[in-house]
């Protein structure tokens, strides 16, 4: 099973686009790889998977975190997978200028903790 959240939409696996502000979004694909990505002709959505997240700031300081696929006060839009494989994270407000300020996002599912 990969995440990953790039490539172009097909019919067997729709891409996970952000709906909301400070989302972070992807695919759980199996039959590619992260190279191939999820709009490989074998790739196929995976259901269910919950996708956790970790925010750490540049001096690796943890910032937020979500474990349980709620997306914290903010419900997810996928809370686990869809049936497409699409999962989104909504994070706190800070979560660009985190990143992008140095800081990072480590993405986590209850089979990889």
């Known amino acids: 099973m990969l995440l990953g959240g790039t490539g172009a939409a097909k019919a067997a696996v729709a891409l996970a686009t952000a709906t909301l502000a400070h989302q972070v979004c992807g695919n759980v694909f199996t039959g590619a790889t992260i190279a191939q990505g999820p ?8 259901y269910g998977v919950a996708v956790g997240g970790t925010l750490y700031d540049s001096n690796d300081v943890q910032v937020w975190t979500d474990q349980t696929g709620s997306g914290g006060s903010v419900p997810n839009q996928f809370p686990n997978s869809d049936v497409a494989g699409r999962w989104c994270i909504t994070g706190p407000a800070s979560i660009a ?16 903790r």
């Open 97 to 112: 200028s985190t990143i992008t300020g140095g800081g990072y996002l480590i993405l986590e599912t209850p089979l990889h």
């Open 39 to 46: 709009s490989h002709p074998k790739a196929t959505g995976v």
